[in-house]
């Protein structure tokens, strides 16, 4: 029985395992729309803006480890999807993008709308076409998937409008079988790389997502070596947790300076799964071990000596194979003091952290003369916020976070312990992302609490999506650090010695939007009412956005603070005031 180009592809999503496509209808998505409608079991997820309907198909396909799949129109509706796109690629998500097009007799004539998606997606794509003919399915769509499952990352498919409804000639459905290969590296790098650990005296390992699958093998290679662990930010899902004896945290401009000290003292690097892109934390002269499945990964961010081009767990096998150190407690076992200073100078600085985050802080000696400093408002303080998340949400939550200072307070204060997992833009950075995902999040499960850690600079770019959230019945937890300002870009400008321009932002009352939308909405001015409202907000059933109004001039410390920073952050200060006394007020001063 013959069936047409949009039924072939919806069939297809649907034995792929794909439980939602997110997207805006448009008349050249019609075809395949309809065909949604009529597909049990695959739901049509209409967002309100097409760049949340990326963000969310690339959560799914981070979270679920299978192909998320959005749809954008002809034109404007496949160029919004651009931004979630980019974040998608880079977060190595397979997601594939089902983009319309004008008719075909009208391609190249600058016809309304017409853009060329070949054009526009070639950066962002491991793989983009255009569908010409019927004739082409099911084998385009074939290769589009395994190029995206394969190659973990984005796949673009051009539809013209007037190709849907067309029939397919060859009935077969399609298939996508696909399996994953374990790579291994050459024994004689392995051999030289077991040595140089052997020679250590004092070895670190920094740890990424790419090692997560090996958890197990990882935590045996630090007992081994009597490493300190260091995590990048995604990899505190899987190695962040109270029976990991080896992790100090992460480095960088969201770390501690437990983690910065881990890595200066050592004589020896073990990179494991990662790609931490930031060079000025990565200490010099010493010698340098990358393991790594992609080649091109290794060195471009630091010299190595021994690059070990294979899947993390089965190199770090390997590795345990051919170290010719014992076991810890066995005669000849390392010394064990680098890792013994690491982690006591890292339970050191968590306990400072948690009395920052301690909601009557500010009550004490210390705290009334920092507020009279830093906090003449008396805001909440956004430690104390995403502290009492932690404490609240559930074991297996899902977390996603704004790019900016919603990360850092993520970072420090909750712990992704049990199944929690965690989800953000942090390789683009891009702004507005956690909402969205969190929205693609929750539509996987939705008995699952999802937790999205939003900027009110990020929540308000997208703000339309709230409704999404409320017409799918997606229980969310919204919580929102509220602070009236682009933070990061303020505490950047700052420690360049420039005074804070153009970050003030002029907000609504998130929680009373939130609740015109038929969302419940709670706001919170003080820290008083703090706990209260967070358990309140986690207790009530649905969406619920949590307006929190937190401390605007909160400083995040970096790991290793410069002389330079603090000084440029001297200058700023002094040139806010001298301006706040010549100068008009900017908008929501």
């Known amino acids: 029985m013959a069936r047409t180009v ?26 395949l729309t309809d ?83 070949d054009a526009l997606f070639r950066d962002v ?39 849907g409804e067309r029939e397919v000639p060859d009935g077969r459905p399609a298939r996508f079988g696909l399996s994953r290969a374990v790579s291994r590296p050459e024994e004689p790098a392995v051999q030289r790389a077991a040595e140089l650990l052997d020679g250590s005296e004092r070895l670190t390992l920094l740890v990424g997502a790419g090692a997560r699958a090996a958890r197990t093998d990882v935590l045996a290679l630090a007992d081994r070596l009597a490493a300190p662990m260091v995590l990048t930010l995604k990899a505190k899902e899987g190695f962040e947790d109270d029976t990991n004896g080896f992790q100090v945290g992460q480095t960088g401009l969201i770390g501690n300076p437990a983690a910065a000290a881990a890595l200066k003292d050592a004589d020896t690097l073990l990179l494991l799964g990662t790609d931490f892109p930031y060079r000025d934390w ?13 080649a091109t990964h290794i060195g471009r961010r630091v010299p190595v000596d021994v690059a070990l081009v294979g899947d993390t767990g089965a190199t770090v096998r390997d590795l345990l194979d051919h170290l ?35 909601p009557a802080h500010d009550t004490g000696l210390v705290g009334r003369v920092r507020s009279a400093l830093d906090n003449r408002s008396h805001d909440v303080r956004p430690e104390a916020l995403a502290a009492l998340v932690d404490r609240v949400a559930a074991e297996d939550a899902v977390f996603t976070s704004d790019t900016g200072m919603a990360t850092v307070w993520l970072s420090r204060f909750v712990q ?28 996987l499960d939705r008995d699952r609490q999802v937790v999205a850690f939003c900027g009110d600079g990020g929540l308000s770019m997208l703000l339309g999506d709230l409704m999404t959230l409320k017409t799918y019945r997606l229980p969310v937890k919204l919580v929102v650090f509220d602070n009236r300002r682009l933070g990061m870009v303020k505490l950047e400008q700052e420690q360049a010695g420039l005074p804070e321009f153009g970050t003030v932002l002029d907000n609504p009352d998130f929680a009373a939007v939130a609740d015109a939308m038929g969302i419940t909405g709670i706001r919170v001015t003080h820290a008083a009412e703090l706990e209260d409202a967070v358990r309140r907000a986690f207790d009530t059933p649905g969406p ?25 952050f001297a200058v700023a200060k002094v040139k806010e005031v001298l301006r706040s006394h010549t100068d008009p007020p900017e908008v929501g001063h």
Not at 327 to 345: K, T
Not at 427 to 441: H, I, K, R, T, V
Not at 544 to 568: H, S
């Open 544 to 568: 619920v956005l949590l307006d929190v109004l937190t401390n605007p001039d909160e400083i995040a410390v970096p790991a290793k603070p410069t002389v330079e920073q603090g000084w440029g």
């Open 125 to 163: 794509a491991v793989f983009h076409a255009t569908l010409t003919s019927p004739e082409q399915l099911p084998q385009m769509l074939e290769t589009a998937v395994r190029t995206a499952l394969g190659r973990k990352g984005v796949a673009v498919l051009t539809v013209p409008g007037d190709l």
């Open 324 to 358: 010719a150190c014992p076991p810890a407690g066995a005669d000849g076992a390392r010394d064990r003091s680098h890792l013994a200073q690491a982690r006591e100078r890292f339970e050191q600085w968590r306990t400072g952290q948690a009395r920052l985050a301690d």
């Open 416 to 443: 992704m312990r049990g199944r929690r997992a965690l989800i953000g833009s942090y390789n683009l950075g891009s702004m507005a992302n956690a909402m969205p995902q969190a929205l693609g999040a929750q539509c």
């Open 6 to 31: 949009a039924r072939v592809i919806v069939d297809a999503l649907g034995d792929l395992g794909v439980r939602q496509v997110f997207g805006v209808v448009g008349d050249a998505l019609n075809p």
């Open 35 to 117: 065909a949604l409608r009529t597909t049990e079991g695959l739901e049509w997820v209409g967002c309100r803006h097409e760049e949340a309907a990326a963000f969310a198909a690339s959560a799914q396909a981070q979270l679920g480890d299978t192909l998320g799949v959005c749809m954008g129109t002809v034109g404007p509706g496949s160029v919004h999807l651009l931004n979630g796109l980019y974040d998608a690629a880079k977060s190595h998500a397979p997601v594939l993008a089902i983009a319309g097009q004008v008719p075909l007799a009208e391609l190249g004539s600058d016809y309304f709308q017409e853009v060329d998606n």
């Open 282 to 294: 990565y200490p010099t002269d010493r010698t340098v071990i990358q393991v790594d499945t992609d």
